[in-house]
């Protein structure tokens, strides 16, 4: 009887979750934008080799929801991190997304021009949905 195997399953046991982690699939997350006033995003995430493609619907200024594809998406060990350009009233919006997978969640940061033109930091937690 050959020690491989055995050896193989501890080593595969022992190596960090992130090795195995894939953040393909929908996530959902919600934000308060005002007192009384809660809106959802959604995202989806397909990851192909180290790049991540797929979209995110979000709110816009007045509730409404607005779709985006994911611009420069990438998948390294347990960071998910894209770009997304809106059409917000004729205007483009930037936003940097940056997250870390963890199991069903993924935490992190966006980046975007606020009101005054200076970028703001927001962070986001999404729940992977089935």
């Not at 409404?64 to 991190?81: K, N, P, Q, R, S």
Request: net charge positive.
């Amino acid at each position: 009887m050959s020690l491989f195997p055995a050896v193989a399953l501890v080593a595969a046991c022992l190596l960090p979750v992130s090795a195995y982690a894939d953040p393909s699939g929908n996530w959902s997350w919600t934000q308060t934008v005002r007192p009384g006033v809660v809106r959802e995003s959604r995202l989806t995430l397909v990851l192909k080799g180290k790049r991540v493609v797929g979209g995110l619907t979000s709110p816009g200024p007045r509730g409404e929801h607005i779709y985006a594809d994911l611009v420069d998406g990438t998948f390294d060990g347990d960071i998910v991190a894209f770009t997304v350009v809106r059409d917000i009233n004729g205007q483009k919006m930037t936003s940097k997304y940056r997250g870390k997978l963890l199991g069903p969640f993924i935490n992190g940061t966006i980046e975007e021009p606020g009101v005054t033109g200076l970028t703001i930091t927001r962070e986001w937690s999404a729940k992977r949905v089935m």
